[in-house]
């Protein structure tokens, strides 16, 4: 399931609690409803609340991380392409293969994770299929310096080209942290729970109603921004394409 799923089913759920408790209200004998009831009920419910904002805020905190994270290895790995492409620009007319290589490379790289349409080519498996920067590699290794600049130049190009291919790499594996499922479910019944305890004092009109369902809906937009950003370039929050647009904008030149 994608993350507009779940935090639609988290919504549901949450306010299933709210209307489960004002259910119960209108079942329950009065001396279940007393203040004492009452004082004991708001006890509970505010442990709860306390216990998953701090949840949700440790979730939304560690999200936010990995999310500027791989946006800052997408920015260093766009510096580190434009450095490729410079060196290899100054090692002469023979490296012109792999700077087209290397464009095309960045150019798929662009479309399968920023695509104008979606699309069956586009997306992570795509890009862990993908091979682009081991055929910048092979051609690196082709080549034969004929003095001692270009010799000079061609380890820094292979030295970028190396930590390139590891950027990719790390980029793929960082995508396979996801929130445990048990997890996420103990949290949603922490939520179902506390709101349905707002429901079971809470008075019958569609104000209250109305009010509850704003609070179902922004709880479950919390889980749905936690999800996307533990998967940054998928989904629909995606870190930006600016740094690798403007590497393609210079490859070439």
């Given at each position: 399931m994608n993350s507009l799923t779940i935090a639609l089913i988290s919504a549901a759920c949450i306010f299933s609690g709210v209307l489960l408790g004002m259910f119960l209200r209108s079942r329950l004998p009065d001396h279940h409803l007393s203040n004492d009831s009452k004082d004991?009920?708001?006890?509970?419910?505010?442990?709860?609340?306390?216990?998953?904002?701090?949840?949700?805020?440790?979730?939304?905190?560690?999200?936010?991380?990995?999310?500027?994270?791989?946006?800052?290895?997408?920015t260093q790995g766009a510096a580190k392409i434009i450095l490729l492409d410079r060196a290899l620009a100054n090692y002469g007319p023979a490296t012109h293969d792999?700077?087209?290589?290397?464009?095309?490379?960045?150019?798929?790289?662009?479309?399968m994770f920023w695509p104008e349409e979606k699309t069956a080519a586009a997306g992570m498996t795509t890009f862990e299929r993908s091979n682009g920067m081991e055929l910048v590699q092979a051609k690196l290794r082709e080549l034969t310096p004929a003095n001692e600049a270009q010799r000079q130049l061609l380890a820094q190009a292979q030295q970028f080209g190396g930590e390139l291919l590891q950027f990719r790499w790390l980029v793929i594996e960082q995508t396979q942290n996801a929130l445990p499922m048990p997890?996420?479910?103990?949290?949603?019944?922490?939520?179902?729970?506390?709101?349905?305890?707002?429901?079971?004092?809470?008075?019958?009109?569609?104000?209250?109603?109305?009010?509850?369902?704003?609070?179902?809906?922004?709880?479950?937009?919390?889980?749905?921004?936690?999800?996307?950003?533990?998967?940054?370039?998928?989904?629909?929050?995606?870190?930006?394409?600016?740094?690798?647009?403007?590497?393609?904008?210079?490859?070439?030149q």
């Amino acid at each position: 399931m994608n993350s507009l799923t779940i935090a639609l089913i988290s919504a549901a759920c949450i306010f299933s609690g709210v209307l489960l408790g004002m259910f119960l209200r209108s079942r329950l004998p009065d001396h279940h409803l007393s203040n004492d009831s009452k004082d004991t009920v708001k006890l509970a419910a505010g442990m709860i609340a306390t216990l998953s904002a701090l949840v949700l805020g440790l979730l939304v905190s560690s999200a936010k991380s990995s999310f500027d994270t791989v946006g800052s290895e997408i920015t260093q790995g766009a510096a580190k392409i434009i450095l490729l492409d410079r060196a290899l620009a100054n090692y002469g007319p023979a490296t012109h293969d792999v700077r087209e290589q290397l464009r095309r490379s960045v150019a798929a790289g662009i479309v399968m994770f920023w695509p104008e349409e979606k699309t069956a080519a586009a997306g992570m498996t795509t890009f862990e299929r993908s091979n682009g920067m081991e055929l910048v590699q092979a051609k690196l290794r082709e080549l034969t310096p004929a003095n001692e600049a270009q010799r000079q130049l061609l380890a820094q190009a292979q030295q970028f080209g190396g930590e390139l291919l590891q950027f990719r790499w790390l980029v793929i594996e960082q995508t396979q942290n996801a929130l445990p499922m048990p997890f996420l479910v103990m949290l949603l019944f922490w939520l179902t729970m506390l709101h349905m305890s707002f429901g079971l004092f809470a008075p019958r009109n569609a104000t209250v109603i109305a009010v509850l369902l704003v609070c179902a809906l922004s709880v479950s937009g919390a889980v749905f921004l936690i999800l996307e950003m533990n998967h940054p370039l998928s989904g629909f929050i995606k870190v930006s394409s600016a740094p690798m647009l403007k590497a393609l904008e210079h490859l070439g030149q």
